[in-house]
């Protein structure tokens, strides 16, 4: 007596991962859109982001929009109180002594401070990061010359090395760049140094190196997907520190020089006119307050974001997180 069993097909599990095969979890926590999500359920660290933004748009497209405005004189209107729209939209934040709009001037002065922080943080940037890396992968005396040069440049203080520098050479944007830039670069140096020093001992540095690959690139393909988060988070708060530093030296009289203008030395111009026209400085040390708490505030966002142990805390919105927080529970 013959039995027939019917063989039904089964479709076969993805116990192993391959290339078309990913889970769907490892998908989800990549991507803009994922990026995107966290960022959403942090309510003040989106804020930051909007109004850095804005900033930003404003820095590009804001002196298309405003033309001559911020160089345009009419002495019949100077010193003109803000939030009075009689003498028009473009003076609604006041004029100073010649009659300029504040608006305007403000908009321009964006342009100005941010074409100084940002060329000087991403120059700071990528030197001290490449050369971080470099100097903690291959160690011995790489690391030693590294480490003593940063040494060299910390041992003096930054604002005042660039006020030397700008005193004996002529104070224009691209020296101001070139000094915070000189100034800042230790601080990548030493992060990325450190970082890479513990990575050239991991298990799958050492599975590249026994591969064959060269040096620049398991630096290039291993370590700096790696150091790149932290990288990004330095960046972030050092932006703070190269826009103040240049609202400080422009304050003093040694960075960016009229006609040019901005926010520091619209602070500066100000001063002597707090009694009459507070305004002056009160708008642009306002737009230098925003500007880096928002940064601040981003960075620190950033932080937990790429802190696999930590992004948990961005993954639900901050209500439900208030909540399990209260309560002694974790997610």
Not at 8 to 32: C, F, H, L, M, Y
Not at 186 to 194: D, M, N, W
């Amino acid at each position: 007596m013959s039995t027939s069993i019917d063989l039904i097909p089964v479709k076969p599990t993805t116990a192993i991962v391959g290339e078309d095969d990913t889970p769907s979890r490892t998908r989800k926590q990549s991507g803009p859109s994922f990026w995107f999500r966290l960022l959403s359920n942090d309510r003040v660290a989106l804020t930051a982001a909007g109004v850095l933004g804005i900033v930003v748009l404003t820095a590009v497209f804001g002196p298309l929009l405003v033309g001559d405005l911020a160089t345009r004189i009419d002495l019949d209107n100077s010193n003109q109180p803000p939030f009075t729209l009689a003498h028009g939209w473009a003076n609604v934040l006041g004029t100073d002594p010649l009659g300029r709009s504040m608006l305007a001037r403000l908009i321009v002065a964006c342009q100005t401070t941010l074409s100084v922080a940002i060329p000087a943080v991403v120059i700071s940037a990528v030197i001290g990061s490449a050369v971080g890396m470099w100097a903690g992968y291959h160690r011995g005396w790489r690391e030693t010359l590294a480490m003593r040069v940063a040494d060299v440049i910390m041992s003096f203080p930054s604002l005042l090395l660039a006020v030397v520098v700008l005193y004996v050479f002529s104070p224009s944007a691209a020296n101001i760049v070139m000094v915070l830039a000189l100034t800042r670069i230790p601080v990548y140096l030493r992060t990325a140094r450190a970082e890479s020093a513990e990575l050239a001992s991991r298990v799958f540095v050492d599975a590249a190196r026994t591969f064959g690959a060269s040096a620049t690139s398991i630096i290039w393909r291993h370590v700096l997907p790696i150091v790149l988060p932290t990288m990004l988070t330095v960046a972030t708060l050092d932006f703070c520190y190269v826009m103040l530093a240049e609202s400080s030296l422009s304050f003093l009289g040694i960075g960016i020089q009229p006609p040019d203008v901005s926010w520091g030395l619209m602070v500066a111009q100000g001063r002597t006119y707090l009694h009459t026209a507070w305004w002056l400085s009160f708008f642009p040390g306002l737009a230098i307050v925003i500007t880096t708490v928002s940064a601040t505030i981003l960075a620190a966002w950033a932080r937990i974001a790429t802190d696999p142990g930590q992004r948990w805390r961005l993954t639900v919105p901050q209500k439900r997180l208030s909540t399990f927080t209260k309560s002694g529970k974790r997610l």
